[in-house]
C-alpha cells in the first residue's frame, strides 16, 4: 500500500517533512518479535528512562512492525505550507 507520513517539529524554527512511499508489513500482528526492541528504543527515546515502564504493561498487545520504502521526500522550514502547495 501506498502511505504518506507529515512532521511536524515546531520548535527549531518550525522544520517540516513530508515523505510519500510504500509500505511492506514486516510482522504482525504479534506480541513478539523485532518490533519489541524498536519499542523499547522508542519508548525510551520519548518517554526517558520511564519508557520501559510505560511499555511493559502493554507487551501482550498485538503490534505491527511497518517498513516504509521513501519515494518522495520534501522538506522545508517554516509555519506555511510547502511552496509546490500554495
Not at 4 to 16: E, L, P, T, Y
Not at 26 to 33: A, I, L, R, S
Not at 38 to 47: E, K, T
Request: overall charge positive; cysteine-free; proline content about 9%.
Amino acid at each position: 500500500p501506498r502511505v504518506a507520513v507529515s512532521i511536524a517539529d515546531d520548535s527549531a524554527g518550525n522544520r517540516r517533512v513530508q515523505i510519500e512511499g510504500r509500505a511492506e508489513i514486516v510482522e504482525g500482528p504479534t506480541t513478539e518479535g523485532q518490533w519489541v526492541p524498536i519499542g523499547h528504543r522508542m519508548a525510551s527515546n520519548y518517554l526517558g528512562e520511564d519508557g520501559p515502564k510505560y511499555l511493559i504493561p502493554t507487551l501482550n498487545r498485538p503490534r505491527y512492525l511497518i517498513r516504509i520504502r521513501p519515494e518522495k521526500l520534501r522538506s522545508w522550514q517554516g509555519g506555511e505550507w510547502h511552496p509546490r502547495y500554495r
